[in-house]
């Protein structure tokens, strides 16, 4: 079965400092790869994909990612947040024709100013 | 251009009521998730379609129905609430499977009493 692990539930850092959130999976299989992003009070919102190809990625607003096929990880990074970052972050694993998308818990990152 | 609508926004239900929730799509798309989202748990899904007439099960699917009569809309059935249904449901829609286009709602916070 597939599953997905955020380490870090709760992040808080200042203004400018750098970012990265943990993202591992456990899956035998060629998977595709996702974080998410929710703003207080809406819906996901899709930061960046990896299906193949680079395993550097990257998404809307800055955010990076980084699959590391030998460690199952998948982490999100950031160089530096800003106040607006203040959300939570999903990490999601889909198995290669499978048809579900497995989220992890969810990491929440506060900003401040 | 709406994308994913969901109705209601904000339910309080007794034990024991029934209750449907209403996920429409205006862009064509062939795939239809229900997810739930509970607090430290991440989303998980619990039906899906992938296309009018059909219904799958996903990761949680006790306690609900669906229903796929139009291809636009994907009904999610509370046939009998308990506590345990209280959370935050989200739809999403998707061209194909695969998720590499992933559209969500803006969520139903649904409590059970």
């Known amino acids: 079965a597939q599953s997905v692990s955020q380490h870090n539930h709760h992040v808080i850092l200042s203004e400018a400092a750098s970012l990265e959130l943990g993202c591992n999976y456990s899956?035998?299989?060629?998977?595709?790869l996702f974080w998410y992003v929710q703003y207080p009070g809406q819906h996901l919102q899709l930061l960046l994909k990896?299906?193949?190809?680079?395993?550097l990625v990257k998404g809307i607003k800055g955010f990076e990612a980084e699959f590391i096929k030998s460690k199952f990880s998948f982490n999100l990074r950031k160089p530096s947040v800003q106040w607006s970052d203040t959300a939570e972050y999903f990490c999601?694993?889909?198995?290669?024709?499978?048809?579900?998308?497995?989220f992890g818990t969810g990491t929440r990152l506060t900003v401040i100013p | 251009n709406a994308g994913v609508t969901q109705t209601p926004k904000f339910r309080v239900l007794k034990t024991g009521q029934s209750m449907t929730l209403l996920c429409a799509q205006d862009?064509?798309?062939?795939?239809m998730y229900w997810y739930r989202q509970d607090p430290g748990m991440g989303l998980r899904l619990i039906h899906y379609?992938?296309?009018?007439?059909?219904?799958a099960k996903g990761e949680v699917p006790d306690g609900y129905n669906v229903s796929r009569l139009k291809k636009q809309n994907f009904l999610l059935g509370l046939e009998s609430a308990a506590p345990s249904q209280t959370s935050v449901y989200f739809c999403?829609?998707?061209?194909?499977?695969?998720?590499?286009?992933?559209?969500f709602g803006s969520g139903t916070q649904l409590s059970v009493l």
């Open positions: 999403a829609s998707s061209p194909t499977g695969g998720f590499e286009k992933l559209f």
């Open positions: 899956y035998g299989g060629t998977v595709n």
């Open positions: 990896y299906f193949s190809g680079d395993p």
């Open positions: 999601a694993v889909n198995g290669l024709g499978a048809n579900n998308l497995f």
């Open positions: 862009m064509n798309h062939e795939y």
């Open positions: 379609s992938v296309g009018e007439g059909t219904t």
